[in-house]
C-alpha cells in the first residue's frame, strides 16, 4: 500500500511538474507591455517647418496619453529618404515611427535609387490635408479659372509658372493642369517657397500652384488671386473659393497630406493604439485650433483609409510623371 501510495504521489507531482513547463513557454511569448521605453518620432526634415511643427504636437499629446515621451528626430537629406530608412529598417516594435509628408507617395516615381518601398511601412494615421490651390497676379485679366484658361490659350507660353525645380508638388501641379486643359506655361523653377512666392508677388511669374496655407493671406489681401482649389471639397478655411471639381476638371487634384507610419509588420494591436490616441490628440480643441490655425485641414482615419490615400496619391501623380519620363537620380 506505501509503495502504491508513493506511486500516487510521484505521478501526481509529475503531472504539476509536466504543466509548470508547458506553461514556461507561454509565459515567455508574452509580449512585454509598450510602449516601454521613449517613443522615437522620426522627421526627414529639418526643424521649424510644417511637418515638424506637426510631429511635435501631435507626439506630445500622443505622449502624454501613452505614458512615455515622445522625442522628435530631425534627419532631413536626400529628399526624405534618409529619414524614411531609418525607420524602414527599425525594429516593427512601436518604438520608431516616421512622420512623413506626401513626397512620401512620389519619391518611389523619382528615384531609381531608393532603398525602400512604400510596402516597408505600416500607415498609423493621417493627421492633416492641405490643398494645393491655383494663385495668380492681378495682371493676369482673368477673374476665373474658365477666363484664366482662354487666356493661357491665346498667349501660349508667354505666362510663367513658379516651382521648386523638377519633381516638387507645384511642378507636378503645374504639369496636371496644363495636361487636362491642353495649355503651356513656362516653368521656373525656385530653391523653395519664399523666393517663388516673393516672384509672384512681384509679377515676375504669373503663375504659382501653392498650398492654401500659404497663398491663403495674399489671396485676402488682394496681391495674388485664387482661381480653384485643388480638391473635390472646398477648404473649411475659405469656403468662398470653388474647387477644380466644381468648375469641371475633377482630375485635377493635388493635396499636401501628413501622417505617422510604422516599420512594416507592426504588431497590429500597437499600430491600432497609436492610431487612437493619435485620433484622441487631434480631437482636442487646443490642439485643433492650433493646427486649423496653420491652415491645415484636421483629417480623422483608420489605417486603411491611410493606405488607400497613399495608393490613390501615387497613382494619381504616376499619370502625370511617366509621360514627361521624369528622373532626378
Not at 9 to 38: D, H, I, T, V, Y
Not at 135 to 151: C, D, K, N, Q, Y
Not at 248 to 274: D, E, H, K
Not at 305 to 321: A, N, P, S, T
Amino acid at each position: 500500500m506505501r509503495i502504491a501510495h508513493a506511486r500516487v504521489q510521484l505521478g501526481r507531482a509529475l503531472c504539476f511538474m509536466a504543466a509548470g513547463l508547458a506553461a514556461m513557454p507561454l509565459a515567455q511569448a508574452q509580449p512585454a507591455a509598450w510602449p516601454s521605453k521613449p517613443i522615437r518620432l522620426v522627421v526627414p526634415y529639418t526643424p521649424g517647418g510644417t511637418t515638424d511643427i506637426l510631429a511635435r504636437m501631435i507626439g506630445q499629446k500622443a505622449g502624454d496619453a501613452l505614458g512615455q515621451p515622445v522625442v522628435v528626430d530631425n534627419r532631413p537629406g536626400a529628399a526624405t529618404m534618409i529619414g524614411s530608412e531609418i525607420v524602414a529598417k527599425s525594429a516593427p516594435d512601436g518604438h520608431t515611427l516616421l512622420m512623413a509628408a506626401s513626397t512620401f507617395a512620389t519619391n518611389g516615381l523619382l528615384y531609381r535609387k531608393i532603398p525602400y518601398t512604400i510596402d516597408d511601412f505600416d500607415p498609423v494615421a493621417i493627421v492633416a490635408k492641405v490643398p494645393l490651390v491655383l494663385a495668380v497676379t492681378p495682371s493676369v485679366p482673368s477673374g476665373s479659372l474658365r477666363e484664366f484658361i482662354a487666356h493661357v490659350k491665346a498667349n501660349p507660353t508667354k505666362l510663367s509658372c513658379a516651382t521648386f525645380g523638377k519633381g516638387t508638388t507645384p511642378h507636378l501641379a503645374c504639369e496636371m493642369f496644363k495636361t487636362a486643359t491642353d495649355t503651356s506655361i513656362l516653368d521656373v523653377p525656385y530653391k523653395g517657397a519664399t523666393p517663388a512666392l516673393n516672384d509672384l508677388l512681384r509679377g515676375d511669374v504669373q503663375v504659382f500652384f501653392d498650398v492654401i496655407t500659404t497663398a491663403l493671406p495674399f489671396h485676402n489681401d488682394g496681391r495674388i488671386r485664387i482661381l480653384g482649389v485643388m480638391n473635390d471639397q472646398r477648404a473649411a478655411s475659405a469656403p468662398g473659393l470653388p474647387t477644380f471639381a466644381e468648375l469641371g476638371y475633377p482630375n485635377v487634384m493635388g493635396l499636401v497630406w501628413f501622417g505617422i507610419l510604422a516599420p512594416a509588420r507592426t504588431t497590429p494591436a500597437i499600430v491600432s493604439r497609436l492610431n487612437g490616441e493619435i485620433q484622441k490628440a487631434l480631437a482636442q480643441a487646443d490642439l485643433r485650433e492650433r493646427i486649423e490655425r496653420m491652415g491645415s485641414g484636421l483629417v480623422t482615419s483608420t489605417p486603411d483609409e491611410f493606405r488607400r490615400l497613399i495608393v490613390q496619391d501615387r497613382d494619381r501623380w504616376e499619370k502625370v510623371i511617366r509621360p514627361l519620363n521624369l528622373s532626378l537620380d
